[in-house]
């Protein structure tokens, strides 16, 4: 028997497909990819304290993740110097990791910030004007290519073992990556975006203004994000020498003196910190080029 359908009414004997509702895909797209990062943290921990416990690695090389947690709130709190001194000592150094930790950031931004402003600007010059991408591009590509240790001498010589050098290490490692973005940026503006601007009658300041600098805004901005990365992987090189309060220089000074479970908690913070602060650059940049992948 067939379902019989007249105009303005429904069909008889069929149901009709009912619409997954959006709310519901919604929470589908932002659960999934949570629920799969953190059943993957839990199997990394699972394994970590099912080794630890088992005992195949000694302790100094990985300590338990019971041990690198008791390390981290002894880090954050005030205790005891000893078992059986009376007297308590302000979490790591005289400094709690938070404290150590916001050093670090200081730094990083006063030397990734110095290079955000100049960085543009040069790898800008570079991309317009082609006799001076000629002769800077080499000095460029020179620094891109030092590692920080190789140069952290000459920066102590030259600036102290204070903040000063630290800052200028940071800007050293993030100037290169940013510039080199812009010049890519630059100098990959598709030639057809500037011929049509030039044929509407734009000058060159317009073209400039309204073709080149959105273009290449979404390469500067992956620029930060590789120097702002490339920051935090130097800023153990930083703080080698005077580097308390600093994370980087925390882990260091542990690492010497044998303290694994307390070096691993200050990787850890690391790592999260930068994953933070590179996800924070991405939403911003995400909302700074929203026409980024539809030209």
């Known amino acids: 028997m067939t379902a019989i359908t007249t105009p303005g009414t429904q069909q008889v004997g069929a149901e009709a497909p009912v619409a997954a509702p959006r709310r519901t895909r919604t929470y589908r797209r932002v659960l ?3 629920l799969t990062r953190l059943a993957a943290l839990a199997l990394v921990l699972g394994s970590w304290a099912a080794i ?10 990985l300590p338990s993740p019971h041990a690198v947690w008791d390390a981290f709130v002894r880090a954050n709190t005030r205790h005891q110097l000893a078992a059986g001194v009376d007297r308590t000592v302000i979490g790591e150094q005289n400094y709690f990791l938070w404290e150590h930790l916001v050093a670090s950031l200081q730094r990083i931004a006063a030397g990734v910030g110095a290079a955000i402003v100049v960085g543009p600007l040069v790898g800008f010059v570079m991309g317009m004007l082609t006799p001076v991408r000629l002769i800077t591009e080499p000095i460029l590509n020179f620094l891109r290519s030092l590692p920080p240790l190789g140069y952290i001498g000459l920066l102590i010589v030259w600036f102290g073992i204070g903040d000063l050098s630290k800052i200028w290490l940071l ?9 080199v973005a812009t010049l890519s940026g630059v100098t990959g503006v598709k030639q057809d975006y500037l011929n049509a601007a030039r044929s509407l009658g734009a000058g060159r300041v317009q073209v400039i203004s309204r073709v080149v600098l959105p273009a290449t805004l979404p390469e500067v901005i992956g620029g930060i994000r590789i120097a702002t990365a490339f920051a935090w992987t130097t800023v153990v090189a930083a703080e080698l020498n005077n580097g308390i309060p600093g994370i980087g220089g925390l882990a260091y000074i542990a690492g010497t003196q044998l303290n694994t479970p307390l070096t691993i908690a200050c990787i850890i913070v690391i790592g ?3 994953l933070v602060l590179d996800s924070v650059i991405k939403f911003l940049g ?3 080029v ?4 539809k030209v």
């Open 52 to 61: 630890t416990a088992a005992g195949l690695v000694d302790p100094l090389y």
């Open 290 to 293: 929203p026409w980024k992948g």
């Open 171 to 179: 800007f050293l490692a993030a100037f290169p990556p940013i510039a």
């Open 272 to 274: 999260c910190a930068a």
């Open 286 to 288: 995400a909302k700074a």
């Open 32 to 34: 999934g990819p949570a």
